[in-house]
């Protein structure tokens, strides 16, 4: 039934994820589906990012996946769960993953 199960994790509020965790395993592993765990990192407005330090932004990627990795480990996903950081517009990156694995 579903080829793709698309989870959007907010790593601010990762405390109240494992239930949406466990559903999304559970619809997976029924309908054989790939599991995939988006992070998205809002974008920091024009006037501020000047002030950002260089490399910065790169870290706090890098960690996101980090935290999304222990997400698949601690909740025993599978090891071909994806993992995407993105930046962006949350809502809209999360809509563009959605027209793009063809979920609607």
């Known amino acids: 039934m579903y080829k793709t199960v698309l989870v959007p994790v907010d790593l601010s509020h990762i405390e109240k994820s494992s239930k949406m965790i466990e559903r999304a395993k559970y ?32 870290k706090v990627v890098e960690n996101a996946k980090a935290d999304l990795r222990d997400l698949v480990q601690k909740n025993d996903l599978p090891s071909s769960t994806r993992i995407l950081v993105e930046s962006g517009n949350p809502a809209s990156i999360i809509l563009a993953h959605v027209e793009k694995e063809k979920m609607i």
């Open 27 to 58: 619809l997976a592993d029924t309908n054989k589906s790939q599991l995939t765990l988006l992070n998205v990192i809002p974008e920091i407005p024009p006037y501020v990012a000047i002030e950002v330090p260089s490399g910065l932004h790169e």
